[in-house]
């Protein structure tokens, strides 16, 4: 971790039930919102973006049953730049409000808006959204594609005509660390405190955690995130990603407990039928598993030779060791003497070459029966002794 005293916190801001469920084929049922709102603020998340007022009646009954429930964090509402959004919005009690406002030249012509009506909507919006709230955000939508000197212009504005903070939307995904870093430091000029920073990214090119956390180390004082990565096209950056991330690889903190997220990630999988996959960073199924020889002997000496973290500080069970093409003795050893089943070394040497013979014509780890069977039939393991190992018991640490 970076030499940084103390850590500096992030505020972090989830934003599943908002751009989470505009993700294709995702919508939410009440009951669903409710338990993914109770979870994030149980969590420790500082802020929730819980939906779109303009969406309609039922949408503003939902932002308001949520704002009801005491969640006991930070409510926002996300709103197109218009004072029918920001009354709507108002009308469901949120804390707060985002204004959403498009900056690069690409949007503003496909909204056949001009810089100008965005200046001019900036200074008539904002006083009107802070009379309602107590909090206001506006938004840079597409600013990485923004044209640096009106992003610049926009973010001042922002910040004199009363608004707390500016989100900067990496909307399409195009943004590298480099490009987040430069952005970053050229705002910071010009945004000056109390006027916060924030950084919302989108996973087009596979950087939006990355993008996210290369944000919060250039000063960025917020980052918005969804849990899984959940939103349009290829997603967001993912929460559970950034809450361990901050403090393992940037030397930054932030309130949100990886660990109390992990269940939520699990429960929002299954509700939109979208699997974790195996490998996925921190939630995967497979990512504290260890086959390799090499690895496992560096394992049983220090857990930190080839693991970053220690799986129980995000909320997950003790690293299992599983037996392969890739096998090593020490390793066979270990798993053999976990089960109460003692071979020497020598004899865990001579057993490897059928083992990994066997997982390479399977294509896949064995199982410890496989493994005792092996065993046996190599005289290394006794039929009794293959017997203390119940049926299906998988090769684990």
Not at 86 to 98: E, K, L, R
Not at 371 to 385: P, Y
Request: charged fraction near 20%.
């Amino acid at each position: 971790m970076p030499p940084h005293s103390p850590l500096k916190n992030v505020w972090l801001i989830d934003t599943t039930l908002r751009d989470g469920e505009q993700a294709a084929g995702v919508a939410f049922r009440p009951a669903e919102r409710r338990r993914i709102a109770e979870g994030l603020a149980a969590a420790g998340v500082d802020e929730l973006e819980v939906g779109i007022p303009a969406m309609g009646t039922e949408a503003r009954r939902e932002i308001r049953d949520l704002v009801q429930g005491g969640l006991g964090c930070r409510l926002t509402s996300w709103c197109r730049a218009t004072p029918e959004d920001i009354g709507q919005a108002a009308g469901c009690g949120t804390d707060g409000v985002h204004i959403s406002f498009p900056v690069s030249p690409i949007q503003l012509r496909a909204l056949e808006r001009s810089p100008s009506w965005v200046l001019q909507a900036l200074e008539n919006l904002v006083p009107l959204a802070a009379s309602r709230f107590a909090f206001v955000s506006v938004g840079a939508q597409d600013a990485t594609r923004a044209e640096p000197p009106f992003l610049d212009r926009f973010v001042r504005l922002a910040a004199a005509c009363g608004a707390q903070r500016v989100r900067l939307a990496d909307t399409v995904g195009i943004a590298t660390p480099l490009g987040v870093t430069r952005m970053l430091r050229r705002l910071r000029q010009t945004a000056r405190p109390p006027l916060a920073l924030e950084f919302h990214g989108h996973n087009d090119l596979g950087m939006a955690t990355a993008n996210a956390l290369t944000a919060a180390e250039a000063g960025a004082a917020a980052l918005s995130a969804t849990l899984n990565g959940l939103g349009e096209r290829a997603g967001n950056a993912r929460l559970e990603e950034l809450t361990t991330a901050l403090p393992f690889a940037a030397g930054r903190s932030c309130r949100a407990q990886t660990a109390r997220l992990l269940p939520l990630c699990h429960y929002l999988a299954d509700i939109t039928r979208r699997p974790i996959a195996a490998d996925k960073p921190v939630t995967g199924g497979a990512v504290f598993e260890h086959e390799s020889g090499i690895h496992i002997h560096g394992l049983l000496k220090d857990a930190a030779t080839y693991q970053p973290f220690a799986p129980e500080a995000v909320g997950r069970g003790p690293a299992t060791f599983v037996v392969g093409k890739f096998a090593g003795s020490t390793g066979l050893h270990h798993l053999l003497a976990a089960a109460g089943i003692e071979i020497s070394r020598s004899q865990a040497a001579h057993l490897l070459p059928g083992i990994r013979a066997t997982a390479t014509r399977k294509g896949r780890a064995l199982s410890m029966p496989e493994v005792l069977r092996l065993c046996r039939k190599s005289g290394a393991v006794s039929a009794a002794a293959g017997r203390r190992l119940a049926p299906g018991s998988p090769a684990q640490r």
